[in-house]
């Protein structure tokens, strides 16, 4: 019985083991990219409530949109697309609108104050914007993003 225990205790530590060391090499990589001056990617996806759709992507254009050209005025930000489905699809892999945004580097893809500097300076009347942006966080359903690297495939 004791060997028994000893054989279960030695498999949790070496699976406790395995995964602490996966996450510091994640980390290490995640780290080192930032540091990195690679373009970075993220694909933000929203799946927003039945008839909703067009409200929400309106309210994306009008208030977020002109803070990511701010970034993309200064550098920080390299390109911004946006994309809606021409067709829909089951409900459980359905989204509404989809912004693939590539960033100078890591970095300023996780800088949470990234666009704050314009937001004064282009929403002078900030509780509007902000009442705004609440509304159109109340449209969704659901939002993930999803950080992507472009693969080169030789022929």
């Known amino acids: 019985m004791g060997k028994i225990l000893f054989m279960k205790c030695k498999l949790l530590w070496s699976l406790l083991l395995l995964i602490v060391i996966s996450v510091v090499s994640f980390n290490a990589n995640a780290q080192q990219k930032s540091n990195t001056n690679e373009y970075f990617t993220i694909e933000n996806y929203y799946k927003v409530k039945w008839g909703s759709a067009g409200e929400f992507i309106d309210l994306w254009k009008k208030n977020h949109y002109p803070l990511l050209k701010k970034a993309m005025e200064k550098g920080d930000i390299i390109s911004v697309t946006a994309y809606a489905p021409m067709l829909h699809s089951g409900e459980d892999t359905r989204w509404d609108f989809r912004v ?9 893809a996780f800088a949470e104050d990234l666009l704050d500097p314009y937001k004064k300076q282009l929403y002078p009347d900030q509780d509007k914007l902000k009442k705004e942006e609440q509304h159109r966080f109340e449209l969704l359903l659901s939002h993930w993003d999803v950080m992507v690297e472009q693969l080169i495939i030789n022929n």
């Open 100 to 108: 693939t945004i590539v960033f100078k580097n890591a970095a300023l």
